[in-house]
């Protein structure tokens, strides 16, 4: 069964922390692998995505690295920021026609 | 500028009474989708369209509707709406390369059913 898991469920840490949010996926055969951001209320804005090819992808301070062998996806925030307070989601696509979610994790930025 | 765009964003209907949601997007996109979102139990997909009049129930279907007559869009049709259909819905779409295919979301339509 293909599955999406990420942990911790939400995370608080004071401003200026280097941060790393988790998401690990059962069946190493993945296309690709998205990030996203979610605020309160609000629609998902992709952060980045990681081709099944692809190790790692940086956009400014966010770096999202993939290691398949292990079902590993790491997104990194550095020097994190009260506004990027939000809720971080993965998903992963496997099939052309269905992309699988994590629950996310819900990040508060303390300033 | 590339975007995926829900109407309405926010609705408040009476149960039974039939309401659409539409999507569209501009950028071309082979697939399309509609995602409800509840707290607790994540995304969950409803209905995908890898094409113009091709679509698919996903795990979620019973009590919606959907057509893709239209390649850029691809409407939700709840023909009676009942209070366990009140969510947060999302349309997304994507290219169907499945490498490169990054999924977008719309807004999101604030459905809520009395």
């Known amino acids: 069964k293909q599955e999406v898991t990420q942990i911790p469920a939400a995370l608080s840490v004071p401003e200026g922390e280097n941060l790393v949010l988790n998401c690990s996926f059962t069946d190493s055969a993945i296309y690709n692998l998205q990030w996203f951001r979610q605020d309160p209320g609000k629609g998902l804005t992709s952060l980045l995505l990681i081709q099944s090819s692809q190790r790692e992808q940086t956009s400014g301070r966010l770096n999202a690295s993939l290691d398949k062998s292990s079902g590993r996806s790491t997104l990194y925030i550095a020097a994190s920021q009260p506004g990027d307070s939000a809720t971080y989601l993965c998903?992963?696509?496997?099939?052309?026609?269905?992309?699988?979610f994590g629950s996310g994790t819900k990040l508060n930025v303390k300033p | 500028e590339a975007q995926v765009t829900q109407n309405p964003r926010y609705l408040i209907t009476v149960t039974g009474k039939k309401l659409t949601v539409t999507c569209s997007q501009n950028m071309n996109h082979e697939y399309m989708s509609w995602y409800r979102q509840d707290p607790g139990l994540g995304l969950r997909q409803i209905y995908y369209s890898m094409n113009v009049e091709v679509t698919d129930k996903g795990d979620v279907p019973e009590g919606y509707k959907v057509s893709r007559k239209e390649k850029r869009n691809f409407p939700l049709i709840l023909e009676s709406p009942s209070p366990n259909q009140t969510s947060l819905y999302f349309c997304?779409?994507?290219?169907?390369?499945?490498?490169?295919?990054?999924?977008?979301f719309g807004e999101g339509s604030r459905l809520t059913v009395l």
């Open positions: 998903a992963v696509r496997w099939n052309f026609n269905k992309f699988y």
């Open positions: 997304a779409s994507s290219l169907l390369r499945t490498n490169t295919g990054e999924l977008f």
